[in-house]
Each structure stands twice: as structure tokens, then as C-alpha cells.
């Protein structure tokens, strides 16, 4: 049957459409962080290159019950498009090109395999912003953006992709297209079928199509890194920050002094702007279009919050270059493994009220489970998002406790009301916590779901949904 199966895909897109064996190269195989691809056997690669394709592979995978497994750019962290055996791999990267920039509208429209980096490129030439933005930008798509609900850099001041995303079109597992298009800001005609497919990561169907709001493109951004005594100090500055900035901040990012530390101490390249030593550390910026009054304000901002002590000590970048410099320090993430060659990362989200004493609490609990681990704590904390990343010195890759860590913290968590994805989604990897963080009625209304648009379980089987 699956011989029928790929045959009747080449009649339909053509033998360059269809990979099998060894033609499947390991990219399509490998998380993005790991060195070496799973060693899992699918069934074939599959790349169309337009709407009507996708809808042909659908089809024939419903009508032959075929698992199919959706991929974008393979950057997710969650494991979701990583192919199980036999699965089908739907690749959209060759449906890809920006279709139409509407200035008066102010609205792109892409195809689902566009680099989010393309896109942003494309966007600013005409003086617009794409606000979602993150450090894989060079590599995601932006359906898988889309798929995935991503945040990232700028969430504080625009929201999620969720909050622009205004429409898009996207394949059903039957091979139904669902066109909606939708430009306008407003438009409340019924239900808003786009949020289905955002964040639901490719559960419920297949993104084709991409409809974003631009935003004006800021010409100048004022940036400073300061030194926090304590957590509620951190959160009286964000209140502080935009409230004087009239919301226009659109970076919070908090490091605590053991991110800080490791970072500066650790990581080849990196220097310490600020000493080492002080409990937190906050990464803050303003993107306006007015470099003169807005480093005024901005100046005038930070001497308010060192008068009422909210801040110890603070640089401000007075360059493009100081600006990535300290932005240098924010994205050293990526380079944790050059010195944790076993790491266990979390993306997770709680009241910003109650992030500061979950930190405390947590650190105890690894302590005494995991004697001797290092954890470094960080986050966009004015999204209410925390990052974790724990390692175990001298354990390796078969001898590293991650399910245990993945207990210890989620279990806090539960107790803390959060969420166990803040930005990254639940793919594979946080699937059997999902309950830790959604009631028993709410998974049981995504399974409904599931069941009406997704009947015979074909798209992602696996992911999400226990
Ligand atoms: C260095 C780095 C930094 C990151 N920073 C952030 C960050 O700041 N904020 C954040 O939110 N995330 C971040 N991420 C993770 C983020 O989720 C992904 O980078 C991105 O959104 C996924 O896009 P992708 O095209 O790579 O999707 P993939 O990894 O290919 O897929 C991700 C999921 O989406 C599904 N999917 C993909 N395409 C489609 C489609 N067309 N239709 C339906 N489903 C689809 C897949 O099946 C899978 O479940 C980061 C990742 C890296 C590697």
C-alpha cells in the first residue's frame, strides 16, 4: 500500500518531489541543537511547491491512512517535526516567496516556507517592521512561526504571533482548503478560524499561506544593561520602565547572577559590561524614531530608577556596537553546550509576580536531587517567561537524569499554577506534562477537536495531545 501511495504522489508532483532512502538527508532528521540525527526511519520527503499540492498530499494520505509529519525550518525545540518511523515528512520548503507587501493596508503576505529573516528584510526595505523575531530567524519559517505561536525579542511591546497573524490559509487532513485571507484589523464575522492553526503546532492542519500586520520600522533604539538587588525590585522596574516610556519598551530581559556569572566567566568571547555580583541583572530597550528625545527620556527614566534605588548600577550603549555587545550577552544561550555538553533546558512561563520565589524554590529541589548541578536562570520576564537550562557535571548523554530534572521542575511548577511552554510549544518533549498545565476538561475539548478536523489522526499523530 505505501508503494501505491508513492507512486500516486510522483504521478501527482513529479519524481523531484519525493525523497526515500538515502536520498532523505539527515537534516530532516535532527533537532536543531543535537549534533547527530535521530535514527528513525520515515517513509519519504515530500515537497510541493504550491496550495494545491499540499491539498493533493493530503488526500492521498487520508485516503490511505498515512501518518504525515509537517516541517518548516527545523528549528522548534519541542521535537514536533522531528519524523517518527514510516511517518511521511511534508516539507514546505520549496513553497516559499513573498507574495504581495500592501503599504496601504500595511499587510505582507507570504508563502509558508519564507524565512522569517526573508520576510523581515522584505518588510523593512518598504520602512515596516515584522515584529516577530527571534534568534532562528535566519533558518525558521514562518509558518512554523506561525504553527508554533513563536514570541521572542519583541513580545513585550507587540505580542506573540498570534497578535500578527491577521490570516492565513491552511489544508485540512481531507485536503479542504481553508482560505481566510483575512487583512483587516477587525473583523469579527463569526469565529476567528485562523487561532486553530496558530500555536496548535500542525495538529489540526497544514499552513500555506501567511497574512502579517506590519508595524512602523523604528529608526534608533535606546538599550542599557543595569544591576537589580532583588526580584521585586526587577518587577517595580518593568512597571517603572512602561510606565515613563508610555509602553514603548520592547525589551525586559532579566539575567540572574548565576546566568550572568557563567556567561562572562565561562563562555569564550564574552566580557561582563557590569561586575559580577549583583542578584540580577536587566537587559532593557527602546525602539523609536526619534534618536534625540528618546534618549532623553530613556536617560531620564534610569536616574528616576536609580533615585528610588531600583537600580544599583547601569551602562547605556552609546553605539550599534555597544548595542550588540549587550545583546551579545542575552543570546550566549545558543553557545551553553560548548561548555554543558549535557544540558536540560525549559521555556516556561508564571505570574511575573511569583517568578522570583519559584527560582528560590527551585534551586533547593535540584540541589538536593541533583547534588552538584549548575543552573542558570534567565527570561523575558516582562512576557512572564523563564528559562531554565540545568547540567550535571561529568554525566553524559546516557547517564544524564533529564526526565528526572523534567519531575522536579514541572511538579514546582504545577504547584505555581504555570505553564509548562511559554513560547516553544509541547511538540514531543512536553507532551506527558501537558496536564500539568491544562485541565482535564480543556484537553478534553482539544481532543474534540482534534477528532472533528483530523478524524483518522494523520496530521503530527503524537504531538501535543496525550
Ligand atoms: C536559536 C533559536 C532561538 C529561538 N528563539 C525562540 C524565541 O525567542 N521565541 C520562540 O517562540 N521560539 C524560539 N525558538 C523556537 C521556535 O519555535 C522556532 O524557531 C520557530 O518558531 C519554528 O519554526 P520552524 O519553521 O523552524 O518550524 P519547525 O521546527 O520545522 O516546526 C515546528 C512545529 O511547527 C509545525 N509546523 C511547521 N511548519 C508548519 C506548517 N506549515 N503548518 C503546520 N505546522 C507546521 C511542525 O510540525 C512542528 O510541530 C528558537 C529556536 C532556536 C533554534
Not at 500555506?208 to 532583588?230: D, G
Not at 530597550?285 to 531620564?300: K, P, R, T, V
Not at 555587545?325 to 508564571?350: Q, V
Amino acid at each position: 500500500m505505501t508503494q501505491t501511495l508513492l507512486n500516486e504522489l510522483r504521478q501527482q508532483l513529479g519524481d523531484a518531489a519525493i525523497l526515500t532512502g538515502v536520498d532523505i538527508e539527515a537534516r530532516y532528521r535532527k533537532a536543531y541543537f543535537s549534533a547527530e540525527a535521530e535514527n528513525t526511519r520515515p517513509l519519504a520527503v515530500v515537497r510541493p511547491r504550491s496550495t494545491d499540492e499540499v491539498a493533493a498530499v493530503l488526500r492521498l494520505c487520508q485516503r490511505y491512512r498515512q501518518p504525515v509529519v509537517t516541517q518548516g525550518g527545523m528549528t522548534g525545540l519541542s521535537g514536533g517535526a522531528l519524523p517518527a518511523d514510516g511517518e511521511l515528512i511534508l516539507s514546505l520548503e520549496r513553497l516559499c516567496g513573498i507574495e504581495e507587501i500592501d503599504s496601504m493596508a500595511g499587510t505582507l503576505t507570504a508563502l509558508a516556507g519564507t524565512p522569517l529573516q526573508e520576510i523581515q528584510e522584505a518588510a523593512a526595505e518598504k520602512g515596516f517592521l515584522v515584529a516577530i523575531d527571534l534568534g532562528a530567524r535566519g533558518s525558521c519559517h514562518i509558518a512554523g512561526n506561525v504553527a508554533t505561536n513563536a514570541g521572542g525579542n519583541r513580545v513585550i511591546r507587540y505580542g506573540m504571533a498570534r497578535q500578527q497573524v491577521l490570516g492565513l490559509e491552511a489544508v485540512l487532513a481531507d485536503g479542504t482548503v481553508i482560505s481566510s485571507l483575512n487583512k483587516m484589523l477587525k473583523n469579527n464575522a463569526g469565529f476567528d478560524l485562523k487561532q486553530l492553526f496558530i500555536g496548535s503546532e500542525g495538529t489540526l492542519g497544514v499552513i500555506t499561506r501567511v497574512v502579517l500586520k506590519l508595524e512602523p520600522l523604528p529608526s534608533c533604539v535606546q538599550t542599557a544593561l543595569c544591576a537589580v538587588a532583588s526580584y521585586a525590585d526587577v518587577v517595580k522596574l518593568l512597571r517603572h520602565a512602561q510606565r515613563r516610556l508610555s509602553g514603548r519598551i520592547s525589551a525586559f530581559e532579566v539575567m540572574w547572577s548565576d546566568f550572568y556569572t557563567f556567561v562572562t566567566t565561562r563562555l569564550p568571547g564574552q566580557r561582563a559590561p557590569l561586575p559580577v555580583g549583583s542578584p540580577f541583572y536587566v537587559l532593557l530597550d527602546l525602539q523609536g524614531s526619534d534618536a534625540a528625545s528618546d534618549a532623553a527620556l530613556f536617560e531620564m527614566m534610569l536616574e528616576e530608577a536609580f533615585t528610588a534605588e531600583l537600580i544599583q548600577d547601569a551602562v547605556v550603549a552609546a553605539s550599534d556596537k555597544e548595542t550588540q555587545a549587550l545583546w551579545k550577552l542575552r543570546d550566549a544561550p545558543g553557545e551553553f553546550p560548548l561548555a554543558w555538553p549535557t544540558i536540560a533546558s525549559f521555556d516556561i512561563s508564571l505570574p511575573i509576580g511569583r517568578i522570583g520565589e519559584f527560582v528560590e524554590a527551585l534551586r533547593p529541589r535540584l540541589d538536593a536531587e541533583f547534588p552538584g548541578c549548575e543552573v542558570v536562570h534567565f527570561g523575558h520576564i516582562g512576557d512572564s517567561n523563564l528559562h531554565v537550562c540545568v547540567h550535571v557535571p561529568g554525566s553524559t548523554d546516557a547517564t544524564f537524569p533529564e526526565h528526572a530534572i523534567k519531575d522536579c521542575l514541572y511538579g514546582l511548577l504545577r504547584d505555581y499554577a504555570g505553564s509548562v511552554s511559554a513560547e516553544h510549544g509541547i511538540g514531543t518533549y512536553k507532551r506527558d506534562y501537558l496536564a500539568y498545565s491544562r485541565s482535564p476538561e480543556e484537553i478534553a475539548l482539544m481532543h474534540t477537536l482534534k477528532a472533528a478536523m483530523d478524524p483518522q489522526g494523520i496530521l503530527n499523530p503524537g504531538r501535543v495531545l496525550p
